[in-house]
T-cell receptor
Framework: GAVVSQHPSRVICKSGTSVKIECRSL??????MFWYRQFPKQSLMLMAT?????????EQGVEKDKFLINHASLTLSTLTVTSAHPEDSSFYIC?????????????FGPGTRLTVL | AQTVTQSQPEMSVQEAETVTLSCTYD???????LFWYKQPPSRQMILVIR??????QNATENRFSVNFQKAAKSFSLKISDSQLGDAAMYFC???????????FGTGTRLTVIP
């Protein structure tokens, strides 16, 4: 149980294009999802908290107009990297909490590797 | 702000032996949660073990156990009977009781030697 999926697992795009990454909770409803960014050989950095039916909460230094988050249903949150540039290349990971289980535990998706040419 | 420190960037262990990974944290809260996550080469973050700060008993999950020292703000992970599949990056993480987000340490890369 508590499975989180991400799609796509890998994406390569040209500079200036937008890329959408989906995060789904497969066997539970997640009112809260989280988006992280991980640079090579580094830890996870929280970008934003995605709340179903309301605006996302962004961490300091994260541009909300650059990284658009939509949490339209209890099982789906999307992260759109708008006008991507090479410096946006990174590994993006989402996670979700299952309020019916141990509410304080986050379960992670498999990640999306974004390469911007 | 909460900080999580993992002072061992790399560790190695012989297969079937025991290894302990260190983690310390800084917080002014009395109620919180601590986690160890494993990130193998696939980069999928996998929950290894969790501990509620109000519980004095150390958490255990099969070959994995923790040594939780609340006063010292220490949360080490012990892996017994190490297996090749245990090779991965291990991240220690903290979450405040009323908070949403996790604070991660910088990770420890564990190598298991056959």
């Amino acid at each position: 149980g508590a499975v989180v999926s991400q799609h796509p697992s890998r994406v390569i795009c040209k500079s200036g294009t937008s890329v959408k990454i989906e995060c789904r909770s497969l066997d539970f409803q997640a009112t809260t999802m989280f988006w992280y960014r991980q640079f090579p050989k580094q830890s996870l950095m929280l970008m934003a908290t995605s709340n179903e039916g309301s605006k996302a909460t962004y961490e300091q230094g994260v541009e909300k107009d650059k990284f658009l988050i939509n949490h339209a249903s209890l099982t789906l949150s999307t992260l759109t990297v708008t006008s991507a540039h090479p410096e946006d290349s990174s590994f993006y990971i989402c996670s979700a909490r299952d309020p019916q289980r141990e509410a304080y535990t986050q379960y992670f998706g498999p990640g999306t590797r974004l390469t911007v040419l | 702000a909460q900080t999580v420190t993992q002072s061992q960037p790399e560790m190695s262990v012989q297969e079937a032996e025991t290894v302990t990974l260190s983690c310390t944290y800084d917080t002014s809260e009395s109620d919180y949660y601590l986690f160890w996550y494993k990130q193998p080469p696939s980069r999928q973050m996998i929950l290894v073990i969790r501990q509620e700060a109000y519980k004095q008993q150390n958490a255990t999950e099969n070959r994995f156990s923790v040594n939780f020292q609340k006063a010292a703000k220490s949360f080490s992970l012990k892996i017994s009977d190490s297996q090749l599949g245990d090779a991965a990056m291990y991240f220690c993480a903290y979450r405040g009781h009323g908070a949403n987000n996790l604070f991660f340490g910088t990770g420890t890369r564990l190598t298991v030697i056959p």
